[in-house]
């Protein structure tokens, strides 16, 4: 079956420091999407892409979708202590939430 | 508020005791779904349901029952649990679970603990 593997499991990064995780799948995605659970909430979604090698930015957040298609990453320059939280992937293969594969998460710790 | 809402936050159950989880949506949309979050594992897609019917059973124990009487609300059913059930239940819901229509409005989860 299909696996979506994440990467590194835990990252604790000095504020002001930049962040990256990393996602990596055993199979060719039709999208990837990114959710961020902050500390006893839930996840909430970020973005979802589509396109081979697309890279979108929201504000200090760069996402990118490898030219493959099968990993992406997640790159927060200059992090802030409102980053902390776990960051995950979730890819799908056919496109259909129904078959959306998660990956383990990145939990990211900012150190004021 | 997520337009996702879930009750109850907490619940303690013994192994024996039958109780429910429920999750209910306010967005208009036609899919939703039961997710379990353990320590340090990924999140595990339960059950799927589109318009009400069940689409997806990812082969999960049957002391978990779905139902799903309309496509605003979404009940989990247990009985007979195990305390490796312990777990935040989360629902979520999509517009719809094709391609295009897939992102997942999460709803604040039910930690359960199973003593």
């Known amino acids: 079956g299909q696996q979506v593997m994440q990467i590194p499991q835990y990252q604790h990064v000095q504020e002001g420091e930049d962040f990256t995780t990393y996602c990596n799948s055993s199979?060719?995605?039709?999208?990837i999407q990114w959710y961020k659970q902050r500390p006893g909430g839930h996840p909430v979604f970020l973005i979802q892409l589509v396109k081979s090698g697309e890279v979108k930015k929201q504000k200090r957040l760069t996402f990118q979708f490898g030219e493959a298609k099968k990993n992406s990453s997640l790159h927060i320059t200059a992090t802030q202590t409102t980053d902390v939280g776990t960051y995950f992937c979730?890819?799908?293969?056919?496109?259909?939430?129904?078959?959306?594969?998660f990956g383990s998460g990145t939990q990211l710790t900012v150190l004021p | 508020e997520t337009g996702v809402t879930q009750t109850p936050r907490h619940l303690v159950m013994g192994m024996t005791n039958k109780k429910s989880l429920k999750c209910e949506q306010h967005l208009g949309h036609n899919a939703m779904y039961w997710y379990k979050q353990s320590a340090k594992k990924p999140l595990e897609l339960m059950f799927v349901y589109s318009l009400e019917e069940r689409v997806e059973n990812n082969s999960v124990p049957s002391r978990f029952s779905p139902e799903c009487p309309n496509s605003s609300h979404l009940f989990l059913h247990l009985h007979t649990l195990q305390p490796e059930d312990s777990a935040l239940y989360l629902c979520?819901?999509?517009?719809?679970?094709?391609?295009?229509?897939?992102?997942?409005?999460f709803g604040a989860g039910s930690r359960l603990t199973v003593l």
């Open positions: 979520a819901s999509s517009q719809d679970i094709y391609s295009g229509a897939n992102v997942l409005t």
């Open positions: 979730a890819g799908s293969n056919s496109g259909s939430a129904r078959q959306l594969t």
């Open positions: 199979t060719t995605l039709s999208n």
